[in-house]
Structures are given as C-alpha cells and as structure tokens.
C-alpha cells in the first residue's frame, strides 16, 4: 500500500504561491498521484491528478519528478477562501481504494 | 467529474435507533461506491466498499451487522446505523469512483446520537 507523507500544517499569507509537498516512496508503477480539498464539514473535492512530470488545470499545478516519489501541488497566489485540508493520495497499485493520510491544513493569513 | 449527493445532510437521533443515510450519484453510474466516516480533525477512515448488485466490502474493524450497506441500483447506495450510540456519532461521506483511481465525493452527513 503506498503510504504518502505530508507536513501537518502550513500557514501562508494572502496572494504568495503555496507549495505542498507530499512523499510516496513505495508508489506502484501504475498508480496515479491525486490530490483533493476539503472545508470543514464537506466532503473532499478533486483539485489535480498526475502521472509523471508537470500537470497544470486553472486551480492549481502539481509537479511529479522522473522517479515519482514524490509529488508537489502548487497553489498559485492563494486566498483565504484557500484555508483547508490538502490530502495527497495515491492508488494501491490498481486497487480501487484510497487510503487517506493525515492531510496539511493550510491556512491563509490576510 | 461525477455529482454525487447525500441525505440527510444532518441528523441527530436518539441511542439505540437506526438511522439511514443515502448516497446518490446524479450524473454517473456507480458500480462501485465507498463510505468513510471523518471524526472532528481526523482524516478520513474507509469503513466499506459498496458493490451494485453485491455484498459490500467491509474495512477491518468494521461491524457491517451494525453498519448495513445497500446498493440496489447504480445510482444509489444506502448505509444504516443501526442501535446507534453516542460514539457512532460522526461525519460520514461517500464517494464514487470515477476513472482513474479518482473519487468523487457527497457532502457528507453529520450524525448526532444523544
């Protein structure tokens, strides 16, 4: 089961770019790095997923270097609508579950 | 990615009732859904896998006696509490699985059992 590993906190102020950097020593060859979002008392939401190199949609960027260790999703010039929990996953080498990990609550300080 | 609703949004319940929480998705059809159960500043804890048509898969630790989960249809997936207890009370979200290893998540329902 890939294990992945986050810092627990982070705080950032208003309009830098956020960087969170997950660890995933014992990825499977074909599993997929996903991260998601979630605000107190809502389920997670899908933010990015990727496989290999750098992947980009209109929230957020997330870079996975050549041996996939490890994973960084980049949060452009953040707001507190930001402040939440950012949990990185990765498959179970094509089993069906994710096994979430402790997650890094981000805050935004204005 | 897939819509997926959940009702009630909240509910509070007396010890010792049942209570059932639905998992809808709107837009896509779900042979396989998952339920999880989040307490206050935890992460999420898978507690079973919801098959169309099939028994559920049920994680270690889990009583599924006491956690009954149904999905009769490929849009729809049931979870009861039964006798709940204060310690059952939680949040509990569920989610389906899109392509991918991706999973799309309801809003989840805050149980409360006094």
């Known amino acids: 089961l890939a294990k992945t590993t986050q810092p627990i906190s982070m705080d950032s102020y208003e309009g830098q770019e956020v960087n969170i950097t997950c660890s995933h020593n014992n990825i499977a060859t074909n599993d997929y790095i996903t991260w998601y979002q979630q605000f107190p008392s809502q389920g997670p939401r899908f933010i990015i997923q990727g496989y290999k190199t750098k992947v980009t949609n209109e929230v957020a960027s997330l870079f996975i270097p050549a041996d996939r260790k490890s994973s960084t999703l980049s949060l452009p010039r953040v707001s507190l609508s930001d402040t939440a929990v950012y949990y990185c996953l990765v498959g179970d080498n094509g089993n069906e579950k994710l096994t979430f990990g402790t997650g890094t609550r981000l805050t935004i300080i204005p | 990615g897939a819509v997926v609703s959940q009702h009630p949004s909240r509910v509070i319940c007396k010890s010792g009732t049942s209570v059932k929480i639905e998992c809808r998705s709107l837009?896509?059809?779900?042979?396989?859904m998952f339920w999880y159960r989040q307490f206050p500043k935890k992460s999420l804890m898978l507690m079973a896998t919801?098959?169309?048509?099939?028994?559920?898969?049920?994680e270690q630790g889990v009583e599924k006696d006491k956690f009954l989960i149904n999905h009769a249809s490929l849009t729809l997936s049931t979870l009861t509490v039964t006798s709940a207890h204060p310690e059952d009370s939680s949040f509990y979200i569920c989610s389906v699985r899109g392509a991918r290893e991706t999973q799309y998540f309801g809003p989840g329902t805050r149980l409360l059992v006094l």
């Open positions: 837009d896509f059809q779900a042979t396989t």
């Open positions: 919801s098959n169309e048509g099939s028994k559920a898969t049920y």
